[in-house]
Nanobody, 123 residues
Framework: QVQLVESGGGLVQAGASLRLSCAAS????????MGWFRQAPGKEREFVAA???????YYADSVKGRFTISRDNALNTVYLQMNSLIPEDTAVYYC?????????????????WGQGTQVTVSS
């Protein structure tokens, strides 16, 4: 059974940095794509970043240049380094994975989800 557990969220001021972690278990981690999504109050869940099984990375335009996704296959963990945070980044951040190596950018493409971690950026 695939399990994903996010951590690292919190309350920070605009301009600060946070690093989110997502620990995966239940299968061989390195073969599969991993994604980060977020959902703000009253809004739909949206794509943030993804990394393929071959470590190609993809970003939403809104976070490009500020966020970095990476993975440590030895630790079965994917990270989201978030720099220069702005209030618009406030949301619950979710980690996701699916049964494929390439990295989709849509919510519907991902089969397995974590419980989420709250990120709040104050102005």
């Amino acid at each position: 059974q695939v399990q994903l557990v996010e951590s690292g969220g919190g309350l920070v001021q605009a301009g600060a940095s946070l690093r989110l972690s997502c620990a995966a278990s239940g299968r061989t981690f390195s073969n599969y794509a991993m994604g980060w999504f977020r959902q703000a109050p009253g809004k739909e869940r949206e794509f943030v970043a993804a990394i393929s099984g071959s470590a190609y990375t993809y970003y939403a335009d809104s976070v490009k240049g500020r966020f970095t996704i990476s993975r440590d296959n030895a630790l079965n963990t994917v990270y989201l380094q978030m720099n220069s945070l702005i209030p618009e980044d406030t949301a619950v951040y979710y980690c996701a994975t699916d049964d494929r190596s390439w990295a989709p950018k849509t919510v519907a493409a991902y089969k397995y989800w974590g419980q989420g971690t709250q990120v709040t950026v104050s102005s």
